[in-house]
């Protein structure tokens, strides 16, 4: 197959836009054999032993996804006849959740009888594979996801809803069978493309995983090291802790400066070469804020009893300041380096939080906390180094992979703005 761009000349305009002569456009309604049809939400309790029923995230990010975070039990038995169970080809929407989601679509291709859907959700049968397939891409396009947030932009409550009745005049263009199924399997080759490297990027990221492991606890040693290991203390092993404040927000004037301000949610596992709020010389010297060189590493020790927060750390690659859910901590040079202390804290963090925080309503750390943690080291600087170096080029293969699947993810999003509208052609190459 062969690309080629579209002309006017060739085109005919309708009531969504210029497309194809050769094109239709059909509204849902007539393409549908059944629905729009909204899900079932009953009771689930912690034991329960019912039918299973997908939750919102089995399809927030436009594909299926079934495992034990998406999929739960109800308390009830739900009669083997209904039609709330899904088949192979049908199309879930999301009809209610925040902007970013109301209206995700993605086809489901669980085994048959299986599951059923929650209330949040409608289903809709086609009538063939091809029709479920090309609706599900163009849902997920440009193009269909501003027909969802305009049509659920009018809705009342807090969360934006969408109708059956809106939905079902949503209209869609369509290309001739061939041209379909051309489109929809050229966006197939790349989906596997993605795929592939995300099932590469989490085995690396486990194999990375096991390797912190091993390396950080001594189970394992790099050729050319030997000798005990010690577990010592914070205090043991650093110059001093610091943590920092907030400036003034009765000052709106102290947030326009270009200083970097760093908040525990920058705390992202990574070096931070930036910050959300800037904050100007003013706010430093009047809230007594301590600027940190680049390469100062940092904890998050307020909110540890989030999920995403414990254990979350951070280096910086410029000059900052932070506010008081972060603590900046200065190793002694001759004892601990700050990349071993990085995938240290990385690997142990979460436990370590888990266990020694303190606090009934946040959960937090302070300066005589944080002194007592253990930490693990190897007889040498020169074996901390080489450890830290080991993870460091994993991280690096990772982030190379990464960068390579969100190109080809980027890849896919101009190829569906292209296909999926008819501005560009897929015509055999014979």
Known sequence: MVMEANTPKNCQQTAIRLIPEDWEVKNLAEIIIAGPKNGYSGRSGRDARGTLTLRLTATSSGYLILNDETVKRLDEIINPSSELFLQPGDILI??????ELVGTTAIFNGSPRTYIYPDLMMRLRFEDQSTAHWFWRYANSFSGRRFFLSVAAGSTGSMPKISGAKLRGMTIPFPPLPEQKAITQSLSDVDAQITALDQLITKKRNIKQSKMQ????????????????AVNTFDKVMTGFSSGSTPSRRMPHFYKGDIKWITSGELNYQVINDTYEKITEEAV????????????????????EAVGTRGSCGINGISATTNQSCMALYPKKEQLTIHYLFYYYVNFGENLALKFCQGTKQQSYNAQIVKKLPIYLPPTIEEQKAI???????????????????????????????????????????
Do not use: C
């Open 94 to 99: 999301q009809r209610s959740n925040t902007y």
């Open 214 to 229: 091993q390396l950080l606890t001594g189970k394992k040693r790099l050729p050319g090291f030997s000798g005990e290991w």
């Open 285 to 304: 010297i009047k809230t007594n804020l301590t600027i940190h060189e680049p390469g100062t590493f940092f904890i998050a020790i307020t909110g540890l």
């Open 388 to 430: 830290a170096q080991v993870l460091s080029d994993m991280d690096a293969e990772i982030e190379a992979l990464e960068q390579k699947r969100d190109k080809y993810k980027s890849i896919k999003q101009g190829m569906m703005q292209e296909l999926l509208t008819g501005k560009t052609r897929l015509m055999s190459s014979s």
